[in-house]
């Protein structure tokens, strides 16, 4: 893997170097668009608005719009905005890690220690693992600042970018009715359904089917083929009661 980031983690006055590593890759299949006259592959060019000239990469700058007027950004603007951030992910405290709501997650790196002495990695480790506590933190990425949490997967330090609350749209205008009469019986089984499905996390059971599927009717159309797929049919009840559906839910053997 190639490092996508060099700088160090700070707790305190112990200063850990690293190296970030992307942690995740897209299952997605690489799609190109085409001409559908002759299949010729569709290329992007970076025209100018008013001349509508093609403009070379080494030409093009970066501009914010303020009051009608373009301010354009030098590299050293964004250098001077980051400053000794872009080099260090500095834990401000510890929270627990079952705190951060998921919705706050985005995109998560391995943390690889830069230097022969791992004792200070090891301890942190160790310390997070035991304490079940994740530090919070911000550093800087391709001129961007993130919020982060550093977390112990194992024996590795993972750092997970999360959104910042203003990133978070409010749920205010959601048509959400709050106030929605359950019945004893109906929460009780309810709940029973939540038990009889409940299982330990394991993500390995789930595959993308979709993009394997896609690509087998990929390969089947280059041999002139078309393969079958199952169709999964939804499962349904008659009943318009919703205790009904719930013991029929209840009853109906899982995987079924």
């Known amino acids: 893997m190639r490092s996508i980031w060099k700088g160090s983690i700070g707790f305190g006055l112990v200063n850990i170097p690293v190296k970030l590593y992307s942690a995740v890759q897209s299952s997605s299949l690489s799609l190109d668009m085409l001409d559908s006259r002759d299949h010729a592959r569709i290329r992007y060019q970076r025209i100018n608005e008013d001349t509508r000239k093609e403009v070379p990469y080494d030409k093009i700058v970066k501009g914010y719009k303020l009051d009608d007027e373009y301010v354009i950004l030098e590299d050293t603007d964004f250098e001077d905005a980051a400053s000794e951030k872009s080099k260090e992910i500095e834990i401000e405290s510890f929270v627990n890690i079952a705190e951060v709501d998921p919705m706050f997650y985005e995109t998560s790196y391995y943390a ?98 979709y993009h394997n599927e896609l690509l087998e009717i990929i390969k089947a159309k280059a041999k002139g083929k078309r393969p079958t797929i199952k169709k999964l049919k939804p499962k349904t009840t008659k009943s318009d009661d919703l205790y009904d559906q719930l013991m029929q839910s209840l009853s109906h053997k899982k995987g079924a």
């Open 112 to 209: 690889e220690p830069d230097s022969k002495n791992n004792k200070a990695y090891g301890l942190l480790v160790q310390a997070m693992l035991k304490s079940k506590k994740a530090g919070l933190a911000r550093f800087v990425l391709r001129n961007n600042e993130n919020l982060c949490i550093v977390h112990p997967v194992s024996n590795v330090l993972v750092v997970t970018k999360i959104r910042f609350a203003q990133e978070i749209r409010g749920m205010d205008d959601l048509n959400v009715s709050q106030e929605v009469k359950v019945t004893d019986k109906e929460l009780k089984v309810g709940l029973a359904l939540i038990d009889q499905y409940s299982e330990k996390f394991d993500v390995s059971k789930y595959k993308d089917n």
